[in-house]
C-alpha cells in the first residue's frame, strides 16, 4: 500500500494566520491527492481532489499544490470554524491510503 | 439531498462477527459514476480505508483485513452492508460509509458514523 505522511501532527495557531500542513506519499502519486477536514462528532468533509482543485462550497482560503510525492495544503487565514483535523488521501491506488492527520488547535 | 446513514451494533465481543448496514439516498448504488466505501477511525487514531464496492459490484478491500471482511449491497434497499468477522478490541472505532465520486476520484459524502466497540 501507499504510505502517505503529514507534517506536523499539529500545529496551533490563531485566527487570521496562514497555516501550511504537508502531505508526502511513499511513491509517485502524480496528482491523486485529495484533502479532508474533520471534526469531532461530525462526517468529515472534502475539501480538494487532484492536488489542488476545490470541492464545490469550499472557501477559497483553502488552496492545495503539488505534484508526485510532495503536497500541501493551506488555509490563506485561518478562521474560527477552521479548527479541526486535516487529512490528505491518496486516490492513485484503489487500495485508498490516509495520512496519520494534522489537528490544528487554537493558539 | 444525497444522505448515507450508518447502522450497526453498539457493543460486540471479541471473536463475533459485525455487521454494519449504510442506507443511502439521493443517488443510485446503480450508477456509474457512484460507489461506496467503509471507513473506520479507531479512538484518537487516523482514518483507515475498509472496503470499497462499484455500481458495476466489483469489490476491492483493504489488504492486510481482506480475509475478515465482506462488503455486499442491495441496490433495491439502496444499502450497502460491511460485514468483519472475528472481531477483537482493536477492531473499536466509528465506522463510516462514504461515497466516492468517479470524477475527483473522493469521498465526497460520508455518514456520520456509527460507534462500535469490542469487549469481552
Known amino acids: 500500500d501507499i504510505q502517505m505522511t503529514q507534517s506536523p501532527s499539529s500545529l496551533s495557531a490563531s485566527v487570521g494566520d496562514r497555516v501550511t500542513i504537508t502531505c508526502r506519499s511513499d511513491?509517485?502519486?502524480?496528482?491523486?491527492l485529495n484533502w479532508y477536514q474533520h471534526k469531532p462528532g461530525k462526517a468529515p468533509r472534502f475539501l480538494i481532489y487532484g492536488a489542488s482543485t476545490l470541492q464545490s462550497g469550499v472557501p477559497s482560503r483553502f488552496s492545495g499544490s503539488g505534484s508526485g510525492t510532495d503536497f500541501t495544503l493551506t488555509i490563506s487565514s485561518l478562521q474560527r470554524e477552521d479548527f479541526a483535523t486535516y487529512y490528505c488521501q491518496q486516490a492513485y491506488s484503489t487500495s485508498w491510503t490516509f495520512g496519520q492527520g494534522t489537528n490544528v488547535d487554537i493558539k | 439531498q444525497v444522505t448515507l446513514t450508518e447502522s450497526g451494533p453498539v457493543l460486540l465481543k471479541p471473536t463475533e462477527t459485525l455487521t454494519v448496514t449504510c442506507t443511502v439516498s439521493g443517488f443510485s448504488l446503480s450508477d456509474s459514476r457512484m460507489g461506496v466505501s467503509w471507513i473506520r477511525q479507531p479512538p484518537g487514531k487516523a482514518l483507515e480505508w475498509l472496503a470499497h464496492?462499484?455500481?458495476?459490484?466489483?469489490?476491492f478491500y483493504r489488504k492486510s483485513l481482506k480475509s475478515r471482511l465482506t462488503i455486499s449491497r442491495d441496490t433495491s434497499k439502496s444499502q450497502v452492508v460491511l460485514t468483519m468477522t472475528n472481531v477483537d478490541p482493536v477492531d473499536t472505532a466509528t465506522y463510516y460509509c462514504a461515497r466516492h465520486e468517479g470524477m475527483t476520484g473522493g469521498f465526497d459524502i460520508w455518514g456520520q458514523g456509527t460507534l462500535v466497540s469490542v469487549s469481552s
Open positions: 464496492i462499484f455500481s458495476n459490484d466489483a469489490k
Open positions: 511513491q509517485d502519486i502524480r496528482t491523486f
